[in-house]
């Protein structure tokens, strides 16, 4: 093994692994009495496969846990140190930010907002956003985020499907030195929605909006209402928020996560991930309409009383070395990023990060998709200075919380760069072939976790039936999370990407499925299919090949207007980097796509390894389909 990547922390505590080895159950148990309960549980898990519920009879509040139990040691402590993309800055302490959060959570309770109702967030990177979802959190309403480079439909479609009767956005946002005006793309989003009863507008970028009977400013809401306000005492099991995120079928999913499990997985795995400290200054890159801010910005370090760095807009803006200067100023000792964001930073030189002062770093975090070894040796030397361990933590919306990932906060272990190590402690993986077995070590199979976990997400919302298809009928009694992996003979994971039709484009998940009905639902398409290819920074790119129905003349227009109308179906972060026009998709007897053929032509590639290609068709057919497509293919 090659030790040459052991960075000690000093800490070496196998008991927990032990603990966790010995009794799963007890374990866990033993991590949620670290958190506050206002009533302890009376069973710890009701496994009714495949719904878990964790802690049951427990009354907790994510709320009181992030501020009120760090308020009562250490008010003045600073939770929030923003920084907007044009350079405005603000702070917040701990009392401060209980004081805002109680003062919206009355807010909601004054357009009727109650335990159990759905909120739509939909905010740029600033302090409301933590604040919005900590003040749901505080009375039970349940909060569902949606990123703001998502569009009007996409919003449209969420906000009907969890029936959210507020919405919190703000007039624009700020990127790449452009405003986003969130407020219009609410109103487009919400004009035949009538269930929505208000909107909170907050001013951010004071952009011209048009203000309706339905809207409430931030400032006249929360300005008259109390600071106070008491964190309701909710069941363990209740919701604490809808994400949505892209499958392999039609619309994305709405994955609902509890409160007292979320919470227990999410204050264990920071602390053994970041080996947290009160002296430490995290920042985490990734924005909150994605899990891994839910986890990892919001619940995980605010359990914690961490002091962290908020940034609005994008790391390489106005200047390439925008994240060396916040890192240097604000001396941030734990970094928690995305291969995509180092393959770019990588691509603009080491003089650029040599040139800043960044030894305050002590450890280095990566998520969301596979890292390259080159790219994790280039954060450990040139960022790391090969004196900080490189955290590859692998996890999904639905887990809530990293499964997979060094925990220098426990112990020391040798890394290896490009793998994620190995499970956290108290959580069960293995290795499977099709039918469940487990492949020798060294072999590619696909991820699975044979336990629950607290994290685990509680169901789809409304859709409980698509929860055991979706995650648990590939294997029986096993979470299938839809990864490739190889485990090594030292137990260590390597994840290998997804195993299904999920793309991650720039750390972004979004499903082909998805996009091929965005494409088909404009008046010219009769039928699409999306791939994505390999790209050196964003990890994937989105490739794109349409028919169009009888009598449609394809021209560069239709083209851009065809981008244009996935920029408006789903979002910008969305939009293809190749659009080809063919007169029909190469598919097998049954009618499967042969995606290799599209990914072939894509990459002007021979096919190659015909035999293995699709087992359902010969290779001539194989051959006679390529050669047909190639010849009707129209790039423009
Ligand atoms: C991928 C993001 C390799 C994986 C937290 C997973 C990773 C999907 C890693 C979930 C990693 C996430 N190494 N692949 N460290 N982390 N992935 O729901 O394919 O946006 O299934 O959650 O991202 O994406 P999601």
Redesign the pocket.
Known sequence: MDSGYTIGLGNNDSRTRIDANEDGIKFWETQASKLYWFEKWHTALEWNPPFARWFVGGKTNASYNALDVIVKKNPKKKAIIWEGEDGSKREFTYEELLSEVSRLANGLKSLGVKKGDRVTIYLPMVPELIISLLACARIGAIHTVIFSGFSAKSIQDRVDDSKSKVIITADGGRRRGSIIKLKDIVDEAIKDLNFVENVIVLTHTNNPITITQKDKKWKDLVGIMSSSCDAEMLDSTHPLYILY?SGTTGKPKGVLHGTGGYLTHLYSTFQWIFDIKDSDVYFCTADIG???GHSYIVYGPLMHGTTQIMYEGALDFPTPSRIWEIISRYKVTILYTTPTALRMFMKFGDELPNSYTLSSLRLLG??????NPEVWKWYFKIIGKEKCPII??????ETGGALVSPVPGLETIPLKPGS?TRPVPGVHLSVVDEHGKDVKNDSKGYLVVTKPWPGMLLTLWGDDEKYKTVYWSKYKDMYY???YAIKDKDGYIW?L??ADDVL?VAGH?LGTAELESAFVSHPSVAESAVCGIHHEVKGESIISFVVLKEGIIPTVLLKEDLINHIRKTIGPIAAPDQLHFVKKLPKTRSGKIMRRLLKAIAKNEQIGDISTLEDEASVDEVKAAFAELKQTLQKF
């Open positions: 995120t994605w899990v891994t990566t998520v969301g998709e596979p890292i590859d933590t692998w996890w999904q919306t994620a999370p839809g990864d994840m990407g997804r991650k998940r």
